[in-house]
């Protein structure tokens, strides 16, 4: 019941901002983002999947997802045991989510099974802006907006080892959508087109980096 009442706190990281101060921009809308009116900016947006993705990416999210209890159906059970899925945002650690969780569980005990510490490289860098340069040279002279992924990728082992990583999201507009459903599926896929693109993308910003 603790968990399901859970209410995480809301943080709003620069870039997270942004991105969120942009698209009240677009939708004509006069909001100036804060915590206190961050929800209700979401709830009105139309995309519920990017609402959700916002959502995940402006406060720590618990996910219960396997419990296990009892041996049989006529006798109460002495125990049980949740595998909860916690997603932090950068700046929250280890710490911060015994802090949280144990102000909701009372004295239950808690074991780490797996831990990944956040990472995060920041949109204000030379490194964010040949990219996003770069990018505007493919799709022209409008918002890119910054963003952070709110689940785990292999950049966390560059930037551990102290470089910049980012993130690209270039699809072409025609994009079939059962692809954008296909994500983690038996059958991901991504069409030729957008493959292309992303393929010449990613051929000039090497050689832009390298001064070629």
Known sequence: KGLAEYKPEIILIPEVKQLLQSIVRL???SDRIGKSNIDRIIEKLEDKVFAAYLSATTRMTVSPNVVRGGVKTNIVPDSCEAEVDIRVLPGQDQKYIFNQLGRIIGDAEIEVLQYHAPTFSTSDSEYYR???DTMKEFIG???ILPSISSGATDSRFLREAGMPCYGI???TLNLD???KQSVHGKNEKIDI?????KSDFLI???RKYLGS
């Open 27 to 29: 939708e004509g809308w």
């Open 130 to 132: 040949l990219t996003t």
């Open 141 to 143: 002279d409008v918002p």
């Open 169 to 171: 999201s270039m699809m």
């Open 177 to 179: 959508q059962a692809m």
């Open 193 to 197: 087109e957008s493959l292309r693109l």
């Open 204 to 206: 000039k910003l090497a």
